[in-house]
Every structure is written in C-alpha cells, then in structure tokens.
C-alpha cells in the first residue's frame, strides 16, 4: 500500500463569522492511499481552534504507520478493534483522514458502500442544518428565504456578538423570513451562566428548537447545570471532544455534537453513540467546513443523529468532490462502492 498527500486551498462563498473568528477559507491536506489499482480518500482541514496548520497536518500524516493494514481486508477489523485510536501526540483530524481512506479503499475492494460495512443496508439520508453566521438582519433575512426556497427545512443560526440584542435580532428575522424552518443557535461558548439564563427563554419563545455550546468551554458541570434549567435542549460541543468527555456529560445534557475531526473518526463516533444510549443525551454529527471529500464518512452515520448539521461543503465556493448532495438541505450517501465520493474538477495546489 503506498500513500499519497496533497495539499489545496478551499474558499468559502462568503465569510463565515462566529462568535470567535471570521474565516474565508482553510486549506485541506488529502490523503489518498494505492493498493492493486484502487484508491482510497481522505481529508484532513487546517484549524485554529485545534492549532493545525498545513504543514502540521503533513507531517504527521506522513508519519502515520501504514504497514499494520499492507492487507486492505484486515483493515476493517482493526479499525472496528480501535488500532486507529489517536495517540496523544496525533490529533483526532489526522487519524480521521487515515481511517477515511482506508474505509474507502476497503469498501471499494469489497465493492460495497461504507454504510453497509458498518451495518447500514440502506444508504443513510438526513434533513441537514445550514448555517447563517453572524451577519446584519438584512443579509441573514435573504439567506433564510433563498435556504428556505430551496428546501432546507433545518436552519443553523450563528450567535455571540457583544451585544446580544443583535443575535435577538438576528434569530427574529430569520424565523419570520423561514417560518417553516426549525432554528439551531450556537454562541460557540461566548455567554456566561447569567447571560445564557437570562437570554435562553427568549431565544425559546422565538422558536429556537436546541442551543449549542452556550458557555465557554471547561467547565463541563456548569453546562450540565444550565441544560437541567434551560427551556430548550442544551447540545455540547466544544466540552464534547473525547469519548471520555461524553461519558461525563451523558444524562447532563440534551445531546453532544460529534464531528469526526473532532473524536477521532467514525469508530470513535460510533462508541461515543453507544456509550450515551439510553442516557437522554443525543447524538449530533456536525462538522467542520471542509470539502465532500471531508464529509462523507458523517454521511454514512446520519440515519444514527437527532440532529444532523453536515453542510460544511455547501459553505465553499467551489466543492472539489461530489456524492453526498445536499443542496436542497439533505444529506445523502449512494449505493456506489467506498465512501461514494469522486473528484469533480482539478483543483488548485498549495504551493
């Protein structure tokens, strides 16, 4: 099995700005590994919430150890066995991507799609959320009509500015302009308690259906407190990392977010799922904006969420991939063997 890396710049159709950032776009680090005429994919994005960089991204890629799976058919037990669990010193993005690829490469040897290889018959379809990030009321009124147009049933609403009468602002537009939309809200952690208590109920009776990551990140008992007073579902996000960080947040909150770069891929995905069944806390599968390629694998998952926001390939300016859909606000996988995804077009390198 040989690997290859390559590295290409995706921009975003408009900036996304969030509590803590405004991003016009990121770089991805593809990885892609040969075997007897087959190919698998991966994808791994820059960030700077997690501190990876291009350059980060390669180099640890390049450094993974791929001779325990030289035989793509023992790939799969050994990833079902955990062998792909991250190391401390290898970020959850890098050992996503490996298992990305190979999942790919074994589904196409096998000539069967990832979901059924992980016990799905059918191809998974999920309603997706899309995300309006924060913007004026004007511009986030005429996204919510054209989303709302084209059928997104789920909108996703960017909070956290310093004034919270604008995100009040904000929210109210957009449920007027999309009033058959359900709304998500998420400060990415910018209130404190007593903002989020006093701000909570308001944003309920605008409509808003689940709050993500409302406080700052570290201090998981704070959040679990809040979500048994909140008077809509609590989804932890940036306090839900690891498997360990779900299994103390499980029956203290509504649902945890698991994105793939995140916790480590869809292995470590699928034990966080069965580690809160039956707790009262739901799965959420998001994601960070990257390209189909990036996607894909959460799309295999998505019959498995309460809450799917996997639209950070429709954020771009150009997708690079093709095969899961979405722009008529559902998510699909397809029946073709691997991950179901292919280069649409060359794209740019990085120098």
């Given at each position: 099995?040989?690997?290859?890396?390559?590295?290409?710049?995706?921009?975003?159709?408009?900036?996304?700005r969030i509590?803590?950032?405004?991003?016009?776009?990121r770089?991805?680090?593809?990885?892609?590994l040969?075997?007897?005429?087959?190919?698998?994919?991966?994808?791994?994005?820059t960030?700077?919430?997690?501190?990876?960089?291009?350059?980060t991204?390669?180099r640890?890629?390049?450094?993974?150890?791929?001779?325990?799976?030289?035989?793509?058919e023992?790939?799969?037990?050994?990833?079902?066995?955990?062998?792909?669990?991250?190391?401390r010193?290898?970020?959850?993005?890098?050992?996503?991507?490996?298992?990305?690829?190979?999942?790919?490469?074994?589904?196409?040897?096998?000539?069967?799609?990832?979901?059924?290889?992980?016990?799905?018959?059918?191809?998974?379809?999920?309603?997706?959320?899309?995300?309006?990030?924060?913007?004026s009321?004007?511009?986030?009124?005429?996204?919510a009509r054209?989303l709302?147009a084209?059928?997104?049933?789920?909108?996703?609403?960017?909070a956290?500015?310093?004034?919270?009468?604008?995100?009040?602002?904000?929210?109210?537009?957009?449920?007027?302009?999309?009033?058959?939309a359900?709304?998500?809200?998420?400060?990415n952690?910018?209130?404190?308690?007593?903002?989020?208590?006093?701000?909570?109920?308001?944003?309920?009776d605008?409509?808003?259906?689940?709050?993500?990551?409302?406080?700052?990140?570290?201090d998981?008992e704070a959040?679990?407190?809040?979500?048994?007073?909140s008077?809509?579902?609590?989804?932890?996000?940036?306090?839900?990392?690891?498997?360990?960080?779900?299994?103390?947040?499980?029956?203290?909150?509504?649902?945890?977010?698991?994105?793939?770069?995140?916790?480590?891929?869809?292995?470590?995905?699928?034990?966080?799922?069965?580690?809160?069944?039956?707790?009262?806390?739901?799965?959420?599968?998001?994601?960070?904006?990257?390209?189909?390629?990036?996607?894909a694998?959460?799309?295999?998952?998505?019959?498995?969420?309460?809450?799917?926001?996997?639209?950070?390939?429709?954020?771009?300016?150009?997708?690079?991939?093709?095969?899961?859909?979405?722009?008529?606000?559902?998510?699909?996988a397809?029946?073709l063997?691997g991950?179901?995804?292919?280069?649409?077009?060359?794209?740019?390198?990085?120098?």
């Open positions: 099995m040989k690997s290859r890396l390559r590295t290409v710049r995706l921009d975003l159709a408009e900036p996304l509590s803590r950032s405004t991003m016009t776009a770089e991805a680090v593809w990885l892609t040969d075997h007897e005429g087959l190919s698998g994919h991966g994808e791994a994005v960030s700077v919430y997690y501190g990876l960089d291009a350059d991204l390669v640890l890629l390049s450094a993974v150890d791929l001779t325990r799976f030289a035989r793509p023992s790939a799969l037990e050994a990833l079902r066995q955990g062998e792909l669990a991250s190391p010193a290898v970020p959850p993005a890098v050992t996503a991507a490996v298992e990305s690829a190979l999942l790919d490469l074994v589904g196409k040897r096998a000539n069967t799609p990832v979901h059924r290889l992980l016990g799905t018959p059918e191809p998974p379809a999920a309603a997706t959320a899309r995300t309006i990030g924060i913007t009321p004007l511009h986030a009124a005429a996204e054209r709302a084209r059928g997104f049933q789920i909108i996703k609403v960017k956290g500015t310093p004034d919270p009468e604008d995100d009040v602002e904000r929210v109210r537009v957009i449920r007027d302009a999309a009033p058959g359900r709304l998500l809200l998420d400060p952690g910018a209130w404190t308690v007593r903002q989020a208590q006093a701000l909570l109920p308001r944003f309920a605008l409509g808003v259906q689940a709050v993500e990551q409302p406080l700052a990140p570290g998981p959040l679990g407190a809040l979500a048994e007073r008077p809509l579902p609590v989804i932890a996000d940036e306090d839900a990392v690891s498997l360990e960080d779900v299994r103390r947040l499980a029956g203290r909150v509504h649902g945890v977010n698991v994105k793939l770069a995140k916790c480590g891929g869809v292995q470590a995905a699928l034990r966080i799922a069965e580690s809160i069944e039956g707790s009262g806390t739901e799965l959420m599968l998001g994601c960070l904006t990257a390209s189909t390629l990036g996607l694998p959460a799309v295999h998952l998505a019959d498995r969420a309460r809450w799917t926001d996997l639209d950070g390939h429709l954020l771009l300016a150009h997708d690079p991939w093709s095969g899961i859909g979405g722009t008529d606000g559902v998510v699909r397809n029946g063997p991950l179901g995804v292919e280069e649409v077009a060359a794209h740019e390198d990085v120098a």
